[in-house]
């Protein structure tokens, strides 16, 4: 056959393959047309016949009959069924060389028909799974041409053809060059398959601008950018995370705006389009929050950025209003929820581990004030989102501002100039909650509690209405009725007016609320403040009093009926948090007592016997035959309530306040001194035989107290006795008083004056009291009683509490920093001032909780509160000393050896970071009050802005924060804004209720918290065991028999009458 005819010939067998192929009855056709093609190829004429077939393919987009079409496919069938592919030259027939085939198919592929591209996919299928074809390609270099075909012709990502196909080219993907696995990972993303890693970093491995003049060439990425974006594969995100991380990272080196702008452009296209997906929306919005972060946080090397946060404020604004997905709203919500500004008006941004987390910006500058950012639209789209016009969809969003927006009003300055937008979340949170407050009630309670930081916009009416409205939504669920507790604690001391207009309709809510027992310790922990708020309470009549211990006895009442070792008693029907307090009952126990006593101060005395009756009858506890009884801690709330009365009716006076006149021997003669016990109490008197003055001291459970007696009346006469004292004079003497005490609770100071005439009288329980029944116990003048008494004299009678003062000055980030602190911000010193009174250390007569009281080691003073029953020993690290000898380690353990033992610890922190808990690691702190000034501060702002601006226009971010196993209770357990002229009693106040709290934890294996009265009630049962069974006597000095000593007494005593005292 002439070389010139095999190309007509090969074509007419093609044509005919094809025709005997579509139909079963056309077969033979078909097998007749291959059986001449092998005759053809068995001849001299093989490999020409091979070169025609790929002629007919090189060829085929120029055909348009349907005969050349049939050729076309004919030939691709005959490659795909019958002939062999790749290198055979040890074989017969002739094979088809991949390396020419390729391009051929490459030809056929970008016709318009389907049917061939079908053809070709199928070859290509076969090609990738003979390993002979595969060498050949890999050999001459045909990959290329390879993935360039594949990617014409490919079919849908859901076809088990494409997948298979698309796992060999995965299998064969390490053999690739760069250029081809870019081309492979294309193929990969549209047919929504997984890429290998070589194809990821062939991906993202584009060459960028070589000059940091230049832009990085994303015009190179734009189409990838938009695959990912549109595709659900997991993957395919990592590329698009990684692939907007690589234009992230070359910003910051790259001059100009075309580079940010370029991505801010792109990233917020997408997230604006239906077409792309929630994941790579999410992506794209997180990518213009870190682009907002870098603007803050490296305006060094980005001043364009800082120059263009108004832009970045109205694409973020688009996204979180218009973004199609609502996760990619979110984000964006949560990029704005970043926006703060310092007290100056500058802006900058608040960390948040959820995105890229922001250094702190204390020291960096920025010009950008927050009154002029468009801040205007972003505010709209939260306050519709608020008011009730979100969407199903939007339910997230709304939860979402709902629980960042209230961190976000506290910082006053960022709304600065944009009254309205505080005005109208005031008038939609009181609507919301007046109508019930729904699914989100706490949530607006919450958002209402911060808005009390923006008084200055509020008048009377509308104070006194969100007082009001809080009153009213308390009592609702747990979580709600909680918040509203803590929202009323809060309006005690920033909007006293209008909570003073409200105080008996709280106080009766409280004594509603007292049948929800899981609000126990919250009610109690409010009256607790209350009580310590004079100013509110002044109008108070005997019915509100008497309410308040009503609250009281009801949760003590719910105790007694619990079960002795319940350890969830009071929580049996609160939320898992409170399930959680497993030892709340000894604190509800213990926190219901101190009210009873806080309030008992608190009582006007015209009403306290009424009150007095009412509390003693309320305390007595049923025993199990029937009876009644008073536990330890009844008897010392009598003791406490007898000497409140003693001190305001007979002048008995604390030991703190007593001013002591001392005997002078010389003036006042001899002195006797006696120690008895009148039931539970210690009363030691010191009298001077020859002028009858007699200092008393009384020692009970509930304190010591001091009171001076200066003889009898004048107009008593002094009838000196008749007989010789002796010692049945004294057990005469001991069983009148006991007769006096029965009937007029009066005994004599001195045993030879069994009337008073010359020594005069002290009061003592009387018998029919709880604190007299035991009767009368004359104690011996021992050693043994004389160590007794100086135990006692130890156990403080004030309930004494001791916490850490820590300061965190401008960037500091480490404890040896903070215990280095010699001092601290102007606003800091303030507040150390008003937490208490500044006592002197060296020779101390109170409880210093450790602190050095010889040589000034821990500092010249320390800052002490006290009340009647109360004290609060502060261990304030600036005031301790700092010396420039020692090294940072040792400054840090000499203070840390105070404040890393205590319980509770008040940490003012001005470094303009978060306070991480774990700053000042110790096994002995559960509890930090964390407390942040609203707005951010310089070291030089503090000295500036800040005491410049009234202390009442101050405002301070407070939070309660507790070890992981401990509890949170606190009303700032949900961090609370306070203002500067509230912040020391609020901070003073959470202190002592942390420190009760924790005393209760740390001893939650004991049934009950044992306070120092009790334990001081302890001491003196252990005295009237010691020496109440046990016949009184004198006992023998040195110098004689105690007969004899008495004797002397006598007679000296005479002798003083008879010479007039001379």
Known sequence: MPPESIFPAVRFIAYTYYQGTRMNKHKSLADKAWTVCQHMLQSHLNQQVIGAILDILRFAQQYQSKAEFAAASGALRLIEEKLPLGDRTESRPPFVPVFQLLPCLGTVAQGSDEILKEQVFNILSRIFNEELAVSEVRLTSSWNVCIDVLEICYSSAQDEDTRAILEHVAKHSAHFERSVLEKVAFVFIKAGQPLTEPMLEALLSAPFASSPAEAPPLIQHEELFELLCRTQEPEHHKALQRLLALHLGSIIYTEGDLAWESLVDMCSAQALRDTCTTQAAILCTAAVGTIFHRAFAYPQKSDRLTRTIKKL??????????????????????????????VDGAVHLAGDDGLDNVPSAATIPNEQKAVDLPLDKWMDQLIALIDGHATSQDQHCLNFVLATLPEQLSNLSLFYRRPQYPKQLYQIACARLSSGGGPHAASFVHLLTTLISYRSLLSSQEERQMVAVFINTAG????????????????????????????????????????????????????????????????????????????????LDYLRSSEADSAVAISDQGSSSDRNLQHSPQYVHALAYHVIVFWYYAVRSSDRPAIKEYVTGRLKEPTKDGHEMWSDQALVTIDLMDSVDAEAGLGDLPESRFQDEPFDEKLDGRLTVRHRLFGLLLISTTTALRNGRTLVTVRRPSGTFKSHIRGGASSVARTPPTAEPTLHIEEEWGRAADTAARVGDKVPVFYDDPEGRLYGTITVPSPRSPLGAAGLIELPDAESVQSAIRMFDRTPGLDSHKAGVIYIGEGQATETAAFANSSGSPDYRELVEHLGQLRRLKGANFNTQGLDTRDDMDGEFAIVWNNEVTELVYHVTTMMPTSAYDDEMSVMAKKKRHTGNDYVNIVFNNSGEPFRFDMFPSAFNYVYIVITPSVRTTFLQTRTHTMQTPVEDRFYRVEVMTRDDFPGISSAHEPKVISGASLPRYVRNLALNACIFAEVWVNKDVQDYRSSWRERLSQIRRLRDRFGQKEVKATPDHNGKGKEKEKERAKSVLASWIGGGK
């Open 476 to 555: 609702s669920s747990e979580l709600v009725s909680k918040a509203c507790i803590h929202a009323l604690t809060v309006c005690c001391y920033e909007i006293s007016a209008a909570a003073m207009r409200h105080l008996e309709d709280i106080v009766q809510k409280m004594h509603r609320m007292v049948t929800q027992r899981h609000l126990a310790i919250h009610v109690l922990e409010f009256l607790t403040g209350l009580s310590r708020l004079p100013y509110l309470y002044n109008n108070f009549r005997f019915d509100d009093f008497k309410r308040i211990f009503g609250v009281c006895f009801s949760y």
């Open 313 to 342: 404020i109205e694409v973020t604004t688009d996204i979180a209003t218009s973004a199609f997905t609502a996760e990619a709203r979110m984000v964006a919500l949560r990029v704005l929820s970043r926006l703060r500004a310092a």
